[in-house]
């Protein structure tokens, strides 16, 4: 089974590592929808279940950029940008704290 974990937002994308419930569901293997929309990770999940033989590959395969359905940032830019946003403690693990976001 393939669970992706898709955002309603207009803008973003989702990131696992950010908050505590993203990081369960990441966990339990539920898969980053990065930014795609909810439909364009339907559709893509109907296409790849459609074509690959197991579900690994349907997971793998569910983070590249098939038909421009995802930016172009990267899962190792994003885990990035998190790390710039909300820091690091000493052992790796990202600090849990609230983003300071600008209006």
Known sequence: MVIVNCTQCLRGAVHPE???TGSTLSRAG????LDMTVEAALAKLFFLLGSETSAEAVRRRMGEDLCGELSRVAPREIKTIIEKRYGEDRNG???KRQPKFQL
């Open 93 to 95: 693990e990202a600090r």
């Open 18 to 20: 950010a908050y505590e």
């Open 30 to 33: 539920v898969i980053s929808g």
